[in-house]
């Protein structure tokens, strides 16, 4: 059986490594920066693993406070040698069970030159098979087009509207505004 517990300061400098693997270098957050957020509250790093041998199988990284309730998941990864097997499957469910409470999740595609377009339609499908919706979104991260994801659980999935304000107050609460522009999310 998979659990999931939260992840350690400890935990998220050495998983940050596979971060840089799984994740394009323009849409990771720096390492510092996700130091910062998880020590004030406003990033959740959480480590799936398996029960019977406690070993560590997979991570998901989670913007959790927002003003509106919207939460988003920023990064979740499978270790190279769980993949394949239904792992994220059963992370993302742990995942909404434990966010069970917020008004919806958020899931943020950045679309780069470099990504293959069948590497998209995977990510867009995983996160449609739990519900999420896509919403019209205009920002960009790492100078990439995001393809918006949400998925309601009190609220609406159409946050299109309020959308900049969701995603504004949602990076704010550990990076510093002035290096946030929602047309453009900034590396930092």
Same mark, same amino acid.
């Given at each position: 059986?998979?659990?999931?517990?939260?992840?350690?300061?400890?935990?998220?400098?050495?998983?940050?490594? /596979?971060?840089?693997?799984?994740?394009?270098?323009?849409?990771?957050?720096?390492?510092?920066?996700?130091?910062?957020? !998880?020590?004030?509250?406003?990033?959740?790093?959480?480590?799936? @693993?398996?029960? =019977?041998?406690?070993?560590?199988?997979? @991570?998901?990284?989670? !913007?959790?406070?927002?003003? @509106?309730? $919207?939460?988003?998941?920023? $990064?979740?990864? /499978?270790?190279?040698?769980?993949? +394949?097997?239904?792992?994220?499957?059963?992370?993302?469910?742990?995942?909404?069970?434990? $966010?069970?409470?917020?008004?919806?999740?958020?899931?943020?595609?950045?679309?780069?030159? =470099? +990504?293959?377009? =069948?590497?998209?339609?995977?990510?867009? +499908?995983?996160?449609?098979?739990?519900?999420?919706?896509?919403?019209?979104?205009? $920002?960009?991260?790492?100078?990439?087009?995001?393809?918006?994801?949400?998925?309601?659980?009190?609220?609406?999935?159409?946050?299109?509207?309020?959308?900049?304000?969701?995603?504004?107050?949602? @990076?704010?609460?550990?990076?510093?505004?002035?290096?946030?522009?929602?047309?453009?999310?900034?590396? /930092?």
């Amino acid at each position: 059986m998979i659990k999931i517990r939260k992840g350690t300061r400890a935990e998220l400098r050495k998983y940050y490594t /596979v971060m840089e693997i799984d994740f394009d270098e323009k849409e990771l957050l720096g390492k510092q920066t996700m130091q910062k957020g !998880l020590a004030e509250g406003s990033l959740d790093m959480w480590v799936a @693993y398996e029960d =019977e041998s406690g070993i560590d199988i997979a @991570y998901a990284v989670v !913007l959790p406070k927002c003003v @509106y309730g $919207y939460a988003i998941i920023k $990064y979740l990864g /499978v270790f190279p040698w769980y993949r +394949n097997k239904g792992v994220g499957t059963d992370v993302m469910r742990l995942l909404l069970a434990e $966010y069970k409470d917020t008004t919806g999740l958020i899931a943020e595609i950045p679309v780069f030159e =470099e +990504n293959d377009d =069948e590497q998209i339609t995977r990510l867009r +499908n995983f996160f449609k098979r739990f519900g999420f919706e896509e919403v019209k979104a205009d $920002y960009r991260i790492g100078g990439a087009p995001v393809i918006l994801m949400c998925r309601p659980v009190t609220g609406t999935a159409d946050i299109a509207p309020v959308s900049h304000r969701i995603i504004t107050d949602i @990076y704010t609460r550990f990076i510093p505004v002035e290096q946030i522009d929602i047309h453009k999310l900034k590396e /930092v």
